[in-house]
């Protein structure tokens, strides 16, 4: 198994911008979730979804971020308008049972 | 709120040396996870602990669920350079629609 996919590694955009980052879970996997981890806050669940439905959204910033599930194969997280706080590593993890599985995650850097 | 507290935050040791990291709360969780994460790299789970005073070993690491399932404790036995990253415990609910909450993790440095 090629273990969960995340595109792009690293985007650099400007403030304002929208940015779009892309997950593939590991198949089978019915659990899907986005986290953000910065040095200061450390890692923090932003939403997560069973089965393509959106559980709990609770972490998500603000309006500005949203996520979506379209299939059981894809999740993308948006950023729009993107601001320089929101540089931070982004990471993608699925999980079957208790145990999650992580991506490599997308360094993002908005300028 | 669950909170998990991970201390130390930082420690830097030599190859060879053991050392103990704790996590933390005061609130119960139904399971606990330790990770480990790489620079430039996802965390990667070690293990999962279900059960009050439960003890898991891998290789030289030993894991420890307290009897309260509040806290957790990671023992390394004769550290290796191998073993440097961020070490992460999560807790977790009996119900999987439960968050899993993050520690905030120890930094972990072995020096040769």
């Known amino acids: 198994d090629a273990g969960v996919i995340q595109s792009p590694r690293h985007e650099v955009t400007e403030m304002g911008q929208e940015v779009t980052l892309r997950c593939k879970p590991i198949?089978?996997?019915?659990?899907l979730f986005w986290y953000r981890q910065t040095m200061m806050r450390g890692l923090e669940l932003l939403i997560y979804f069973n089965n393509n439905v959106p559980i709990d959204d609770s972490g998500m910033p603000e309006d500005r971020f949203s996520a979506k599930m379209p299939n059981a194969s894809f999740s993308t997280l948006k950023i729009q308008p993107s601001e320089p706080r929101d540089s931070a590593v982004y990471f993608c993890a699925s999980s079957l049972f208790y145990e999650q599985y992580f991506g490599p995650g997308t360094r993002l850097t908005v300028t | 709120t669950q909170l998990l507290e991970q201390s130390p935050q930082f420690l830097s040791i030599q190859e060879g040396e053991n050392l103990t990291v704790y996590c933390n709360s005061s609130s119960v969780f139904s399971s606990l996870q330790w990770y480990r994460q790489e620079p430039g790299e996802g965390p990667v789970l070690l293990v999962t602990v279900v059960t009050g005073g439960e003890v898991k070993k891998l290789k030289r690491l030993t894991f420890q669920f307290g009897d309260a399932r509040k806290d957790s404790s990671l023992h390394i036995t004769a550290a290796q350079t191998g073993d440097t990253g961020l070490y992460l415990c999560a807790g977790g609910g009996g119900n999987r629609d439960d968050k899993i909450i993050f520690g905030k993790g120890t930094r972990l440095h072995i020096l040769p």
């Open positions: 198949s089978g996997h019915d659990y």
